[in-house]
Nanobody, 123 residues
Framework: QVQLVESGGGLVQAGGSLRLSCAAS????????VGWFRQAPGKEREFVAS????????YYTDSVKGRFTISRDNAKNTVYLQMNSLKPEDTAIYYC????????????????WGQGTQVTVSS
């Protein structure tokens, strides 16, 4: 069993930055890949980024490449999402989740989920 808690969301102006954190409980956290998803009002949940359990491999959706960076510190059981050059279209609730595969963008392949943190980008 893994429990995830996201934090770091908030209100920021376009062009600004935020760093989201995903803190996990459970000794097995380091054996999971972790992904970030987001869901905007009236839209389906979409994949944002993922990172392998070994930290070396990362994967991003095209719309955030070059702006967002995913990282993890297994000693702290925490995964981060550094978001730079934020745009109004990045406004959404952001969720972290665990998976056995870091390469998958399908939310059905992710098993444990956090409650989400709101990110709002004003124009």
């Amino acid at each position: 069993q893994v429990q995830l808690v996201e934090s770091g969301g908030g209100l920021v102006q376009a062009g600004g930055s935020l760093r989201l954190s995903c803190a996990a409980s459970g000794r097995t956290f380091s054996t999971y890949a972790v992904g970030w998803f987001r869901q905007a009002p009236g839209k389906e949940r979409e994949f944002v980024a993922s990172i392998s359990l070994g930290i070396r491999d990362t994967y991003y959706t095209d719309s955030v490449k070059g702006r967002f960076t995913i990282s993890r510190d297994n000693a702290k059981n925490t995964v981060y999402l550094q978001m730079n050059s934020l745009k109004p279209e990045d406004t959404a609730i952001y969720y972290c989740a665990t998976s056995r595969s870091w390469r998958t963008t399908d939310s059905d392949d992710y098993d444990y989920w956090g409650q989400g943190t709101q990110v709002t980008v004003s124009s």
